[in-house]
């Protein structure tokens, strides 16, 4: 399948910046061909600005960086209209949300109006100003970070921004081989702001995207795997460790991905191991745990592991 190929060709490539960091990359690819975006959460320096670089540099697509912060405003994002003195006349100054791959660095630090501003572009591909609808490039893709371990000057993102995010992957610390492997690649000269030196190259063309999703469209779901996914995300309703479960575009979500994961696998069905798979990033940021569940410290992935438990996988 020209899927598997393309991930295949993007994770062999990515190897030349990327170290260690294949999981979450596939689930970036995965993400970009459902047509999804990604919030990562992790701490600072664990390459989630670098893996948004190689991937957008791979892809020949159009690279763009917002750095949220308390002050910024919904139209330093969009854009607005300004006088032109010249002509006397109103002109589009576009945000740089005018992009195909848009990194929103640290999207909890800017206060809920501001991070609204992402939702009808994350949603509908368009954006709105005074009144003039305005359709974004394609692809759009957003890549979101947050940093769990600070909270001062943050502010939580709402549940209907957060609905909108294909997945949360979180990235941890890298193992002592792998940082050994990234200072001794720094060692040796490579430099994180020059990818082009790093002998990282353009390898799929928009061309080829649009290709692959037309082929991830035509891969085959059974109606055991369409019951499964419906059960895992109704049981995070019923969970009495959960507080809120997970709605519909749960189930919607994973089942797109797990269609996008069995081509990047290289099979023309869904198995029940792609539900499995990605039902942590599917619904992680999805569900709400209840307070005592974390006094007894439980976290979300652990109560997505006991659902996964209780459900009955089919044959």
């Known amino acids: 399948m020209q899927t598997a190929q393309l991930a295949s060709a993007l994770l062999n490539e990515a190897r030349k910046t990327l170290v260690g960091q294949e999981e979450p990359l596939t689930l970036l690819l995965t993400a970009l061909l459902s047509g999804g975006h990604v919030l990562l959460e992790g701490p600072p320096g664990t390459a989630k600005t670098l893996m948004a670089k190689t991937l957008a540099q791979m892809i020949q697509a159009d690279f763009r960086r917002i750095q949220f912060t308390p002050d910024l405003m919904p139209s330093d994002i969009v854009g607005t209209q300004v006088f032109d003195l010249s002509s006397s006349q109103f002109r589009l100054r576009q945000g740089p949300i005018f992009t195909q791959v848009l990194l929103g660095d640290e999207i909890n630090r800017a206060p809920a109006k501001t991070q609204s501003a992402l939702l009808e572009a994350m949603e509908e591909r368009q954006v709105t100003i005074e009144g003039q609808r305005l359709p974004l490039p394609e692809p759009f893709f957003v890549i979101a970070t947050q940093n769990p371990i600070e909270y001062e000057g943050t502010y939580p993102l709402p549940e209907a921004q957060l609905d909108r995010f294909l997945f949360k992957v979180v990235i941890d610390y890298a193992p002592r081989e792998v940082e050994t492997e990234v200072l001794r690649r720094y060692h040796l ?127």
């Open 189 to 315: 000269g490579f430099d994180a702001h020059q990818l082009a030196a790093a002998g990282l190259r353009p390898i799929v063309t928009p061309e080829a995207l649009a290709a692959c999703r037309a082929e991830i469209a035509q891969v085959q779901v059974e109606q055991g795997i369409l019951d499964y996914i419906v059960s895992i995300v109704q049981a995070t309703r019923t969970s009495p460790e959960l507080l809120v479960g997970a709605s519909l575009r749960a189930g919607v979500a994973m089942l797109l991905a797990a269609k996008t994961l069995a081509a990047i696998h290289d099979r023309s069905y869904v198995t029940p191991d792609e539900v499995k798979m990605l039902a942590r990033p599917v619904l992680r940021h999805r569900i709400i745990l209840r307070p005592e569940a974390e006094i007894e410290g439980l976290n979300a992935d652990m109560a997505i592991g006991r659902i996964l438990n209780r459900v009955e996988v089919p044959r």
